[in-house]
């Protein structure tokens, strides 16, 4: 249907170098709805399995629109990375050297691209930045001049398309052919119009296919937007509803989220978008729900054309001009229905109380940064969903709707009582007052009996919870993450379908309340207390909670565990780091024997209920010799140990026998000497800081097995040497695909690798057949590397080098020396690998 021949064009666009390494822009342009983006998605899904990293980043034009160019930088980077730990102003740097297949779509803006890909030169060898916008003048702007544009289809093609939508098959059935032809040839080959109509058919009769055409018949003179209206037209009621309330509300957010918000409007979600998407009227992206931009045009015009001289007539307002008129001149009435109004805090707005008086229907209002100087007068009895984001009152308004409200969000608000005394709020699910930092104590809950959800993150001033929150049976969801002035001394209370609980950061705390419920056999996650820093334990029957698979309480002052831990079967991922207070004996399963006692940290001599766990972080927790004892291969399935910041000099021997440990942490071990026997499973051992430790003969001692990926032994010294590891797949893959090569050249200064550092003198190890003191260093590869059949372990390159340690010794400034490493060949860039050195 055109596709693959719009593909193969694109290819011949991309390759048509003297080489085929340069880095390729091209441009994919036509009207709205003509399928570029489908084209695109096409390519990427063809070429995509030629490119490690790669990123098809949709919706330009409506993120950059929504969350700004920063948002898009930050997608793109962790798209392509994996990472969130990067900044928008490295996008040339990161990209410098990868071989990188990126797909921009809907670009509409000259600045987006000068954001996410601004020249080639921001890129490696053989990378191809694909955009597809509906200006031409954009690409050229940009120098993009290969550029390719998407033709309406063919009548053929159209008829394929429209016969696989209406009929499942690629050609209509008989009686409807003339018909298909007729629809087809409205559509003017435009994809979009093709899908939505075919959708709208599909399962009609012969009676009603003639009827529709006999209506479209009648707009013959009109745009492409009469074709998708047939399909509007269509909808029942309520499917209308949520489409107009998706186009101007919804487009773009999560559809769980929504979903909450129809079901409190009174509609059926499920139905409804299931309904949208098998007409192709709305989309699934992720998790969000997406809509071309024509079909939320049409939306829009659907809802001008309510009144096109009267705001307040209309049912739904989402443009900031039109809504700041409506509400300061007071043009509302019982048409509307929804407001949106989303103010930049620069921008922020002042109305007077009874702007919202008129507006008796109004049943969603999503506002922010509007001052009130004199209050609110009135709010519509019919709300079933406010937003107003930095609420600028200490109280909700005396007529504040109670009846049908399902969903309150005042994150970042100037309340201090949400409500005082009894208030019936039976509908009521949602309450979110994130970041409200005047909120002093919570309100009674006695009315609310169906609430769901309870959100009090970052309410540093709340004191005190009101004790009927013991009530919510309901209760799924309720976070007081880093409420910071929290103390409860007695909390003993009954959820019994409660799912998340989390009191991190809740440093006043000091006992965990009691949960009680059925639903706490079901809990897979608890980590809802670190960072408590005063709290000392936790309720005893933790034990209760037997699907629990992941325990972290770290940061906080617990000195040892209740009994009932040992009924954690499936416990996988146990945290413990940085427990604050000096630890008395058995910090874990004080019901079994120790090892030894002792002021410090200990474990039991049995570890059999650990035998489930995967990951266990004991670092920082001032361990000393014979802390940890020497049973510890009993937690058979341990594949991460972290030991760091503890004050042993050796590790026990069992470690040794741990069969499955990949991962061994023991950065800033500044005490331990010596590393036994490691398992053959190791993987990575990262011992930064480890100033002790100890070399036999200032040779290596690099802990790695046959089947070794990464080994990472670090010491500080001024004089830094550095021993590169290419793991073992990396390299095999990389002998696999460049087999025919016959020499590999190596250049100096490095940008970065994992390294290992030991004590010698200026001698490079003799085991290192091929040396150089320039800058760089070419290596003749013997017949032997080129044997496609012959496994091969890796190899190692080893760097010499003096650090001028210039550097401000305040103790309040950190240095790091970063070394990026990047192994190119002819076929292109290759992959970028780092190293930090910490100077000591």
């Given at each position: 249907m055109g596709i693959d021949f719009g593909v193969e064009e694109i290819m011949n666009l991309c390759s048509a170098t003297d080489q085929g390494n340069d880095v390729v822009f091209v441009g994919i342009w036509g009207m709205g709805g003509v399928g570029k983006t489908t084209l695109a998605q096409a390519f990427y899904d063809k070429i995509s399995d030629?490119?490690?990293?790669?990123?098809?980043?949709?919706n330009v034009r409506e993120i950059s629109r929504r969350d700004g160019?920063?948002?898009?930088?930050?997608?793109?980077?962790?798209?392509?990375?994996?990472?969130?730990?990067?900044?928008?102003?490295?996008?040339?740097?990161?990209?410098?050297?990868?071989?990188?297949?990126?797909?921009?779509?809907?670009?509409?803006?000259?600045?987006?691209?000068?954001?996410?890909?601004?020249?080639?030169?921001?890129f490696g060898r053989g990378s191809r930045i694909i955009i597809t916008t509906r200006d031409k003048q954009l690409l050229i702007a940009h120098h993009v001049d290969r550029c390719y544009k998407v033709k309406e289809l063919k009548s053929d093609d159209g008829l394929k398309l429209f016969s696989w939508k209406a009929f499942q098959n690629d050609q209509p059935p008989k009686d409807f052919i003339e018909l298909s032809?007729?629809?087809?040839?409205?559509?003017?080959?435009?994809?979009?119009?093709?899908?939505?109509?075919?959708?709208?058919?599909?399962?009609?009769?012969?009676?009603?296919?003639?009827?529709?055409?006999?209506?479209?018949?009648?707009?013959?003179?009109?745009?492409?937007?009469?074709?998708?209206?047939?399909?509007?037209?269509?909808?029942?009621?309520?499917e209308k509803q949520i489409f107009l309330d998706i186009a101007c509300f919804f487009k773009g957010q999560d559809r769980d989220e929504v979903t909450i918000l129809l079901e409190a409007f009174g509609f059926d979600?499920?139905?409804?978008?299931?309904?949208?998407?098998?007409?192709?009227?709305?989309?699934?992206?992720?998790?969000?729900?997406?809509?071309?931009?024509?079909?939320?045009?049409?939306g829009w015009e659907l809802v001008r054309g309510e009144c096109h001289n009267e705001l307040g007539n209309r049912s739904r307002l989402w443009q900031p001009a039109d809504v700041l008129d409506l509400l300061k001149n007071h043009k509302g009435s019982d048409a509307v229905q929804g407001i949106v109004l989303s103010l930049p805090q620069e921008q922020k707005k002042e109305l007077k109380r009874e702007a919202l008086s008129n507006m008796k229907k109004l049943r969603f209002l999503k506002i922010s940064n509007v001052v009130l100087p004199l209050g609110l007068d009135y709010l519509s009895t019919e709300l079933r969903a406010l937003e107003w984001h930095g609420y600028p009152s200490k109280l909700l308004p005396r007529a504040f709707p109670s009846e049908k409200l399902v969903h309150l969000n005042?994150?970042?608000?100037?309340?201090?009582?949400?409500?005082?005394?009894?208030?019936?709020?039976?509908?009521?699910?949602s309450i979110d007052l994130k970041d409200s930092a005047s909120l002093i104590e919570t309100p009674d809950f006695t009315g609310v009996p169906n609430l769901e959800r309870l959100t009090l993150e970052g309410c540093t001033k709340l004191s005190k919870v009101h004790p009927s929150i013991s009530n919510l049976r309901r209760l799924r969801l309720l976070n007081m993450k880093n409420c910071k002035s929290l103390r409860i001394t007695s909390w003993d209370i009954s959820l019994e379908s409660l799912e998340i609980f989390n009191l991190s950061g809740c440093a006043r705390l000091k006992r965990f309340p009691e949960i009680v419920g059925e639903n706490l056999f079901r809990w897979e996650c608890y980590r809802g207390i670190t960072s408590c820093s005063n709290l000392i334990e936790i309720p005893e029957n933790i034990g209760n909670v037997e699907c629990l698979e992941e325990l972290d309480i770290s940061r906080t002052a617990i000195r040892q565990m209740p009994s009932s831990i040992v009924y954690l079967k499936n416990l996988k991922e146990l945290s413990w780091?940085?427990?604050?207070?000096?630890?008395?004996?058995?910090?874990?399963?004080?019901?079994?024997?120790?090892?030894?006692?002792?002021?410090?940290?200990?474990?039991p001599a049995s570890l059999s209920p650990f035998s489930s766990l995967v990951s266990l972080n004991l670092s920082y927790c001032n361990l000393i010799d014979g802390a940890l004892p020497n049973y510890m291969d009993r937690m058979s399935s341990l594949m991460q140990l972290n030991l760091g910041?503890?004050?042993?000099?050796?590790?026990?021997?069992?470690?040794?026998?741990?069969?499955?440990?990949?991962?061994?942490?023991?950065?800033?071990?500044?005490?331990?000497?010596?590393?036994?026997?490691?398992?053959?499973?190791?993987?990575?051992?990262?011992?930064?800081?480890?100033?002790?430790?100890?070399?036999?003969?200032?040779?290596?001692?690099?802990?790695?097995?046959?089947?070794?990926?990464?080994?990472?032994?670090?010491?500080?010294?001024?004089?830094?040497?550095?021993?590169?590891?290419?793991?073992?797949?990396?390299?095999?893959?990389?002998?696999?695909?460049?087999?025919?090569?016959?020499?590999?050249?190596?250049?100096?200064?490095?940008?970065?690798?994992?390294?290992?550092?030991?004590?010698?003198?200026?001698?490079?190890?003799?085991?290192?057949?091929?040396?150089?003191?320039?800058?760089?260093?070419?290596?003749?590869?013997?017949?032997?590397?080129?044997?496609?059949?012959?496994?091969?372990?890796?190899?190692?390159?080893?760097?010499?080098?003096?650090?001028?340690?210039?550097?401000?010794?305040?103790?309040?400034?950190?240095?790091?020396?970063?070394?990026?490493?990047?192994?190119?060949?002819?076929?292109?860039?290759?992959?970028?690998?780092?190293?930090?050195?910490?100077?000591?």
């Amino acid at each position: 249907m055109g596709i693959d021949f719009g593909v193969e064009e694109i290819m011949n666009l991309c390759s048509a170098t003297d080489q085929g390494n340069d880095v390729v822009f091209v441009g994919i342009w036509g009207m709205g709805g003509v399928g570029k983006t489908t084209l695109a998605q096409a390519f990427y899904d063809k070429i995509s399995d030629q490119f490690r990293d790669k990123c098809f980043l949709k919706n330009v034009r409506e993120i950059s629109r929504r969350d700004g160019i920063v948002a898009l930088t930050k997608d793109l980077l962790y798209n392509v990375l994996k990472r969130m730990d990067v900044y928008d102003s490295e996008i040339r740097h990161r990209f410098r050297r990868k071989k990188v297949l990126i797909i921009l779509d809907d670009v509409d803006k000259l600045e987006q691209l000068q954001a996410l890909a601004g020249s080639n030169n921001w890129f490696g060898r053989g990378s191809r930045i694909i955009i597809t916008t509906r200006d031409k003048q954009l690409l050229i702007a940009h120098h993009v001049d290969r550029c390719y544009k998407v033709k309406e289809l063919k009548s053929d093609d159209g008829l394929k398309l429209f016969s696989w939508k209406a009929f499942q098959n690629d050609q209509p059935p008989k009686d409807f052919i003339e018909l298909s032809h007729n629809f087809v040839n409205y559509s003017k080959g435009l994809p979009l119009a093709i899908e939505v109509l075919g959708s709208f058919l599909c399962g009609q009769s012969l009676q009603e296919w003639e009827s529709a055409f006999s209506r479209i018949q009648e707009n013959l003179h009109k745009d492409i937007m009469s074709a998708l209206r047939i399909s509007f037209d269509g909808l029942h009621e309520k499917e209308k509803q949520i489409f107009l309330d998706i186009a101007c509300f919804f487009k773009g957010q999560d559809r769980d989220e929504v979903t909450i918000l129809l079901e409190a409007f009174g509609f059926d979600p499920i139905i409804g978008i299931s309904a949208l998407i098998r007409k192709s009227l709305i989309t699934i992206v992720g998790s969000k729900l997406w809509m071309h931009d024509l079909l939320q045009e049409m939306g829009w015009e659907l809802v001008r054309g309510e009144c096109h001289n009267e705001l307040g007539n209309r049912s739904r307002l989402w443009q900031p001009a039109d809504v700041l008129d409506l509400l300061k001149n007071h043009k509302g009435s019982d048409a509307v229905q929804g407001i949106v109004l989303s103010l930049p805090q620069e921008q922020k707005k002042e109305l007077k109380r009874e702007a919202l008086s008129n507006m008796k229907k109004l049943r969603f209002l999503k506002i922010s940064n509007v001052v009130l100087p004199l209050g609110l007068d009135y709010l519509s009895t019919e709300l079933r969903a406010l937003e107003w984001h930095g609420y600028p009152s200490k109280l909700l308004p005396r007529a504040f709707p109670s009846e049908k409200l399902v969903h309150l969000n005042l994150c970042g608000s100037h309340i201090k009582h949400l409500w005082k005394g009894f208030k019936c709020l039976d509908k009521l699910k949602s309450i979110d007052l994130k970041d409200s930092a005047s909120l002093i104590e919570t309100p009674d809950f006695t009315g609310v009996p169906n609430l769901e959800r309870l959100t009090l993150e970052g309410c540093t001033k709340l004191s005190k919870v009101h004790p009927s929150i013991s009530n919510l049976r309901r209760l799924r969801l309720l976070n007081m993450k880093n409420c910071k002035s929290l103390r409860i001394t007695s909390w003993d209370i009954s959820l019994e379908s409660l799912e998340i609980f989390n009191l991190s950061g809740c440093a006043r705390l000091k006992r965990f309340p009691e949960i009680v419920g059925e639903n706490l056999f079901r809990w897979e996650c608890y980590r809802g207390i670190t960072s408590c820093s005063n709290l000392i334990e936790i309720p005893e029957n933790i034990g209760n909670v037997e699907c629990l698979e992941e325990l972290d309480i770290s940061r906080t002052a617990i000195r040892q565990m209740p009994s009932s831990i040992v009924y954690l079967k499936n416990l996988k991922e146990l945290s413990w780091s940085r427990c604050s207070g000096q630890v008395s004996t058995s910090l874990l399963f004080p019901c079994l024997p120790e090892v030894c006692a002792g002021p410090n940290f200990l474990l039991p001599a049995s570890l059999s209920p650990f035998s489930s766990l995967v990951s266990l972080n004991l670092s920082y927790c001032n361990l000393i010799d014979g802390a940890l004892p020497n049973y510890m291969d009993r937690m058979s399935s341990l594949m991460q140990l972290n030991l760091g910041g503890n004050n042993f000099t050796s590790i026990p021997e069992s470690i040794s026998r741990l069969s499955k440990l990949v991962s061994l942490y023991l950065r800033g071990c500044i005490l331990l000497q010596s590393l036994r026997e490691l398992p053959l499973s190791i993987k990575l051992v990262s011992a930064f800081g480890c100033m002790s430790l100890k070399s036999d003969s200032d040779q290596y001692e690099v802990y790695c097995s046959k089947y070794e990926n990464q080994v990472l032994i670090h010491k500080r010294t001024t004089s830094t040497r550095f021993c590169l590891l290419i793991t073992n797949s990396q390299f095999a893959a990389w002998l696999n695909r460049y087999h025919e090569v016959n020499e590999v050249e190596i250049s100096l200064p490095v940008r970065t690798a994992y390294g290992l550092s030991h004590r010698t003198h200026g001698n490079i190890p003799y085991w290192f057949n091929n040396r150089s003191s320039n800058f760089s260093i070419t290596i003749p590869l013997s017949e032997d590397l080129t044997n496609k059949s012959r496994l091969w372990m890796g190899c190692a390159f080893y760097v010499d080098l003096e650090v001028n340690e210039n550097f401000d010794s305040s103790p309040y400034f950190k240095v790091r020396h970063k070394f990026d490493c990047c192994f190119d060949t002819m076929e292109g860039p290759g992959d970028t690998q780092t190293l930090y050195h910490e100077p000591g």
